[in-house]
Every structure is written in C-alpha cells, then in structure tokens.
C-alpha cells in the first residue's frame, strides 16, 4: 500500500494501529482485507522498533526494555521520563533509531547491537558511505563508556564492504583516505560544489519536460563552467503530491554559475506558478 500523496509505502504503526507515510505524515486506518485481492492474510516484514522491541520481550519477559522513537516521544515529558528510566536502572534494554546513537552518556552500557546495519549504505547520496561510517562509530560509542571494556553485535548482510570493516576497528585515518580518494577521482565535494536543481510539478509530465528543456538551455556552457547531469526522476520521485526531476551541476566556480543559471531561470518557461516550482540548492545536503 503506497502513500497518496508520495512514490514512498506505509508503514504499519502497531501501536496506533494504522498506516502512516514518513515522509508526509499522511495515515490511514489498517485494512482488514488487501484492497487488491480482498485476502485477509497479511505478511509483516522489515525490522522496526515497535517489531524489535516486540521480540525482545517475547524472548526475555524477564528484563524491562523500553523503546525511544518518534512515537514514543510525542508526549511532553516522556522523552525525559524514558532517558532516566533506562539510566537509573529501571530498565535494562533500550530500543531506539538514529536518534539514541549520539549525545547519551550511559556508564553502565556494557553492550550495543545494531541492527541492519547496511541499511545506512543503501542510499543514493554520495555522502552515504561518510554517514554510514559516523552512524556506526557514534553507536558503537555508547558502550563501555565507564572503566569495563564494550562489546558491540553488528548485523550484516555484507560484513567484509570495506565501510563495516573500518567502522568496526574504529579506523578513522583508513576510512578518510579511502573516501578522499573517491571523491577526487569523481570529482565530488570537497574537490567541487554541487548545486541541485529541483523541478517540482503536480503534473509528471511537465516537469520532465520543463526539466528537458532547462538541460538544453544549461548545455551551452556545460565544459566551460561546470559539469551537468541529469535530468533523471529524483530518489523519491513524488513527495507532497508534488512529482520532481532532479539536475546536478558540479563546479568550481559557483558565483559565475549561479549568474548563469540566475539568467537561464528568468526565462518565462521557467518561471514559478501553480503548476511549476524550480528550486535551486547548493551544497545540497538532501540528495533525495
């Protein structure tokens, strides 16, 4: 079941018993039949927070295990509430996403696993490998934080790539070497600047062809100011309703650039209205 406002699925909420979209926020209720084929009989796959913590009473009903994410937190003050339930002792597992990796400082942590851990290696960004690294070393950093030795539990479907290997030895001179490297041999930051050129529209269609015609335009100076890619549909092709096709530019010499394009997108056909948006980001942090 995909979202209808985004190119993106639902994600099945256990606690709120609905489909929620994690890009717009749209949900809706939990069907009680496939919409496709009426069958009742329903597959739950993918390792969420709700699912782990979920397993991890099953397996030790024992042990108090609370989980923090952003459902969990909606509340004012239970954010807080959780944190000194976990460091005070009165639970003995946390649960959580990206946002307990970093920033918490638990003595007593003696072991950390992170889960799916190539999930962080999956995205089109060329800066995955460099997040990927620091998620991995920031989370591995909460064990053993007093005067005993951690231990970490990485899973993996990929445990000799080259990013779970440094990671876990903590090398970060090899991993910096490594990805410089890369990075100047494809001519990416920090070697150039990357401006992202987003073309949105409520209408597929037009936004591949305005995003067309704007390579044509751009083309006239492709060698002498910058380097041009694209258009291809961007990572998430709808978001917000809206469908977008991405450009990118890559130069060292951003200001003449910017000039350039300034007079490009004063164009009638590229200008702002109901049906059309051109945004224009440099040094994109969001590739997607």
Do not use: W
């Amino acid at each position: 079941l995909s979202c209808k406002n985004c190119a993106v699925s639902l994600v099945y909420h256990k606690g709120k018993h609905r489909l929620v979209c994690h890009l717009c926020g749209y949900d809706e209720p939990y069907p009680e039949a496939c919409p496709s084929c009426g069958s009742n009989l329903f597959l739950y796959k993918g390792v969420g927070t709700e699912k782990l913590e979920e397993e991890l009473h099953r397996r030790f009903p024992d042990v108090t295990a609370i989980r923090i994410d952003l459902d969990s937190t909606r509340k004012q003050g239970s954010f807080e509430d959780l944190y000194h339930r976990f460091k005070s002792g009165r639970a003995q597992i946390l649960i959580g996403t990206q946002m307990i990796s970093k920033g918490f400082d638990f003595p007593d942590v003696a072991l950390v696993g992170i889960i799916s851990a190539d999930t962080a290696l999956e995205f089109p960004d060329f800066r995955v490998r460099e997040r990927a690294f620091q998620l991995l070393t920031q989370a591995s950093g909460r064990a053993g934080r007093l005067n005993f030795a951690g231990e970490v539990l990485l899973q993996t479907l990929h445990p000799d790539d080259p990013i779970i290997t440094l990671a876990t030895k903590h090398n970060y001179s090899g991993f910096y070497e490594r990805e410089i490297s890369e990075r100047r041999d494809l001519f990416f930051p920090p070697f150039t600047h990357l401006i992202l050129i987003e073309i949105q529209s409520p209408d597929a269609s037009l936004a591949e062809s305005v995003s067309k015609d704007l390579r044509g335009q751009l083309a006239k100076f492709h060698s002498r100011l910058y380097r041009l890619m694209g258009p291809i549909a961007a990572p998430v092709f709808k978001r917000r309703t809206l469908f977008r096709f991405h450009l990118l530019l890559k130069t060292t010499r951003v200001k003449m650039t910017l000039s350039y394009l300034g007079e490009v997108l004063a164009a009638k056909e590229f200008q702002r209205s109901a049906k059309l948006n051109v945004i224009v980001d440099v040094d994109a942090v969001d590739m997607m």
